[in-house]
Nanobody
Framework: EVQLVESGGGLVQPGGSLRLSCAVS????????MSWVRQAPGKGLEWLSF????????TYADSVKGRFTISRDDAKNTLYLQMNSLKPEDTAVYYC??????????????WGKGTLVTVSS
């Protein structure tokens, strides 16, 4: 069974930083591109960032570009999201997701259960 488990969420003040992790098991992590997605309270899903296999490329949503950094450690089967200069509007549940190899593009086929980030003074 595919498993993705996010961690690192919590309460942080505006302007602060957090680093999220996503631990992966039951598939070959290094062979898959990965993404981070979030859902703010009462709102829909928002794609945040993508990283290709071998860290060959990275992309970001405009809302987080310049503040968030996606990375991966294939030896540890772990995906990361470094979040700096956090704003109250960054408050959301953050999900990691695997990008499918069966469909062209950036379709995400497996998701973690999410970790809550709350940005408030």
């Amino acid at each position: 069974e595919v498993q993705l488990v996010e961690s690192g969420g919590g309460l942080v003040q505006p302007g602060g930083s957090l680093r999220l992790s996503c631990a992966v098991s039951t598939f070959t992590f290094r062979d898959y591109a990965m993404s981070w997605v979030r859902q703010a309270p009462g709102k829909g899903l928002e794609w945040l960032s993508f990283i290709n296999t071998g860290s060959a490329s990275e992309t970001y949503a405009d809302s987080v570009k310049g503040r968030f950094t996606i990375s991966r450690d294939d030896a540890k089967n772990t995906l990361y999201l470094q979040m700096n200069s956090l704003k109250p509007e960054d408050t959301a549940v953050y999900y990691c997701a695997r990008v499918s190899t069966l469909v062209a593009g950036h379709v995400m086929d497996y998701w973690g259960k999410g970790t809550l980030v709350t940005v408030s003074s």
